[in-house]
């Protein structure tokens, strides 16, 4: 990690008036350089970096961090909420059923029409979180290979 990431990182938690402590930017490092993980990811994460830090004080961190805009907070249903610093782009999430890897996946329709709901009912919408759900190509792969292994197999069988 260079000097100047850090400096950065110090001042991006003064413009957004929070106080830097050692707590804060490893857990800000640590989001920016594993996007999309979950508190205890992070957790295990800062606790490498920095040695014995709370779960609770991870928790809190993340907290701060993501009510400042200086992370964004994704929540799948049925699953942990997961962390990432690339805010304010209104990008989107594929994420994978079989082994829940997440990746990044840009607007389908450009800039933010997607924030033009078909009814917005009069609110003021700045944020619309699309998550794709479906299998990662790693996961397609393992089951087409375990698939042509039956396949194999059966025409043993029967020979
Ligand atoms: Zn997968
Ligand atoms: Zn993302």
Known sequence: MSRETSVDKDSLLRRHGLQVTAQRLAVLRAVSVRPHSTADD??????????????????????????????RR?????????????????HHHLICRTCSRMVDVDCAVGDVPCLTAADESGYEVDEAEDIYWGRCPECVAATSRSTEAEGAHAALDTS
């Open 42 to 71: 992070i957790h295990t994460v800062v606790r490498v970096e920095i040695g014995a830090i709370s779960r609770q004080a991870v928790y809190d961190g993340l907290g701060v961090l993501t009510d400042k805009g200086l992370l």
């Open 74 to 90: 994704i929540q799948p249903a049925g699953s942990p909420a997961r962390y990432e610093d690339r805010v304010g782009d209104n």
